[in-house]
Structures are given as C-alpha cells and as structure tokens.
C-alpha cells in the first residue's frame, strides 16, 4: 500500500477529516490514536520481527490492532502528518522519570511546526502520555482534561517534557533539538527490544487511554485511572494466567493464544506473587 493510500486509511479509521487540518485537527489526531490503538511491548518481550516501514507499522497497529511502542506508534503518525504537508521532523528524546541519570535516546518523537508555533506530538508514551500535542512554550501549564503538562528547560539547556504528578511537576524525558533522522531512531529502535537492560526487555507494558479513564498493565497489576486518579478499587492483582488472558482479550482487545498469556505471566508477573 503506498504511504497516501496508508494516510487515507489511517485517518478514514479514526474518522478524521482531512480537509480540517488546523489544531483541533492535531488534537484529535493524538487523542483518538491512543484511543484506538494500544500501547504494548508484546512483540518485544515474545521476540518477533518489528520492521519500522510504513506499510508493515500500518498492517500491525491500524489492520491487525495488535499495537506497538513509541517507534512504531510515532513513525506512522510522523508519516501521516508528512504526508499531509505539515512541518514536521523527528525527535529522539532520553526517558528519565524525574532522575538525574545518564541513559540512551529510546524514545521517539514528533516536532511540529504549525502556525509559527512548536509543538511536540508524542502517540507512544503510555499511561503518563499526553493526550493532545504539547506546546513548546516554556514554562506554559497545559491543562488536558485529567493531566498536566509542561515543558522547562534545565540547567544543562535540555527541554524537560514534565506532567503533573504528586503535587509536584514530574521530568518523563530530556529532549534537545538537534536533527534526527529515521537512522537514528533504528538504533535507539534496537536498543529497546534488544538490549538485555532495556526496560521494554524486562517488563510487560501495556497501555490504552480513553478521555479521562486510562487503562494501564504493568507486570502484575491492572489499574484503571479516571479523573486522573487511581484509587484501590481500580487496581486489579493478576494473580493467574485465566486473568491475565482476559485482561488482554476482553480489555485490550489483542488476539493471542492462552499459551502465550500463560508464558507471558510466567516470565514476568509469577515473580511478584512470591
């Protein structure tokens, strides 16, 4: 399928119209992307082939629905903003989670230029993603809904993408604006379902956000946050392989085997219950 024809697609299955291309056009776009389409490190972790073309990125996430991470989610959205003439160009971007800590560029961006103003869209970052592109105006709270979110810069000059988070605002990833190109972002591609270290390695990752109700695996729990807010009553304990199938059938909406959800929580979440 050629890229105009996958960006016809793509916005045909998020009922997007094309002949809007303004910001309410941008917020939609990010919104109903994450939505849709899940975040899960599934192929990492059961070690498949993850092509980054066009055609292979819109086969999995938009045809099959079986999602992907940040370079898989940002490419297409990069690609299909590109196609509709928007100024745009990628970014990689360091995860530090509000630590001072030296770590690789592993994740993937977009830096979008739009009426004279910057805005950074991101339809890869999990449960603490934003749900709209964020502005690139320094210090400017960003209120969307049930979050917050800001940029600042650092002492050091690096741009830190923050949300608000227990009372305080909290650095999810450094970023600069040095230019990359998609060589780059292979090898930060590699790193995070490669390396032995790599958190998407290690860890069972699945994410999927409605407008205020977000619904996040993470190893062995469950919860659902509404209203930006978690409380006991919507933490799930995955406590079986019977659970943890349902949550990724009935909830996520992905099509795997029991043997695969029965291999997964014996890799990742049988060591919790210990």
């Known amino acids: ?13 998020l009922a997007l119209d094309p002949t809007s291309l303004y910001i309410n056009f941008l917020r939609n776009l ?3 992307h994450i939505a849709q389409y899940n975040f899960n490190n599934l192929s990492v972790v059961l070690e498949q082939e993850m092509p980054l073309d066009v055609a292979s990125l819109f086969n999995k996430i938009v045809e099959k629905r079986r999602g992907g991470y940040c370079f898989e989610h940002n490419k297409l ?4 903003l590109a196609e509709l003439k928007f100024d745009v160009r990628v970014l990689l971007t360091k995860v530090v989670y509000n630590q001072e800590i030296d770590v690789p560029r592993t994740h993937r961006v977009t830096l979008l230029n739009f009426e004279g103003e910057e805005y950074i869209v991101d339809a890869g970052f999990s449960h603490l993603g934003a749900r709209y592109p964020v502005k690139l105006e320094m210090g400017a709270v960003q209120a ?4 917050q979110y800001r940029i600042i810069q650092n002492a050091k000059g690096d741009y830190c993408y ?27 591609h590699f790193y995070s379902h490669k390396h032995p270290k790599a958190a998407f390695v290690n ?13 996040s695996l993470r190893n062995a729990e469950f919860y659902q946050i509404k209203n930006g807010e978690t409380n006991i009553t919507n933490i799930t304990k ?14 996520f909406n992905l099509e795997v085997d029991f043997a695969i959800s029965e291999f997964l929580f014996h890799k990742f979440i049988l060591k919790y219950l210990a």
């Open 1 to 13: 399928m050629q890229n105009l024809n996958i960006t016809q697609a793509y916005l045909a299955d």
């Open 30 to 32: 990010q919104s109903k």
């Open 77 to 80: 959205v990069f690609n299909v």
């Open 144 to 147: 969307q809904g049930d979050a």
């Open 162 to 188: 923050q949300v608000f988070k227990d009372k305080d605002f909290f650095t999810l990833y450094l970023f600069d604006l040095h230019h990359y190109s998609e060589a780059d972002c292979l090898l930060g």
């Open 203 to 215: 860890n069972l990752v699945i994410c999927r956000k409605f407008f205020n109700n977000v619904q």
């Open 238 to 251: 995955i406590t079986d392989a019977k659970i943890l199938h349902q949550l990724l059938t009935e909830v």
